[in-house]
């Protein structure tokens, strides 16, 4: 397994390798090093969040002054999002890349609940997604999700696997 830090700089390597230049946050202790890795990155604006529905609105405005934006999250916070995503991204046909933490996949204690409905709610909400499991995988993920998001002009959910970010 690749350490946090690499973990980080291969995904946010990834961002921007796609154009994404604008990305809101909210922290999560699975994803401290790929918070930092952004924060730090002076090519790409970076928006902590107190609450991940305001990403969304915050995204979807950044997106309208001709940023590329991605929403990085755990999957609880998708759960708090799905009226903005809904109302704003869905309704007004606005591109967010979702980078979500995925709590309660395969082998991770303690969210079995919240891991079960988060593929679910993102079929429901009509939202594609994808699952990044492997380190090699995620500059291919990333281009074709965004790809996806710009010319579907909707959410696409990248799921992070605790494999994908280096950490237990």
Avoid: W
């Avoid at 079960?116 to 492997?134: A, H, M, N, Q």
């Amino acid at each position: 397994m690749m350490d946090a830090k690499k973990a980080a700089e291969n995904i946010v390597e990834g961002l921007k390798q796609v154009g994404i230049d604008f990305v809101a946050t909210l922290p999560d202790l699975k994803l401290v090093e790929v918070i930092k890795v952004i924060d730090e990155d002076p090519d790409i604006k970076h928006v902590p969040l107190c609450r991940e529905e305001e990403g969304v609105g915050i995204c979807a405005g950044a997106y309208l002054t001709g940023k590329k934006t991605a929403l990085l999250m755990q999957n609880a916070g998708l759960l708090n999002s799905c009226n903005g995503l809904t109302t704003t991204c869905l309704q007004f046909q606005i591109p967010i890349l979702l980078l979500i933490y995925y709590a309660g996949d395969l082998g991770d204690r303690g969210f079995a609940t919240l891991g079960s409905v988060t593929e679910p709610v993102l079929d429901g909400l009509g939202i594609r997604t994808y699952i990044l499991r492997k380190m090699d995988e995620v500059a291919e993920t990333l281009r074709g999700a965004q790809i996806l998001a710009e010319d579907s002009r909707r959410p696409v959910a990248v799921l992070l696997t605790k494999s994908v970010l280096g950490v237990k």
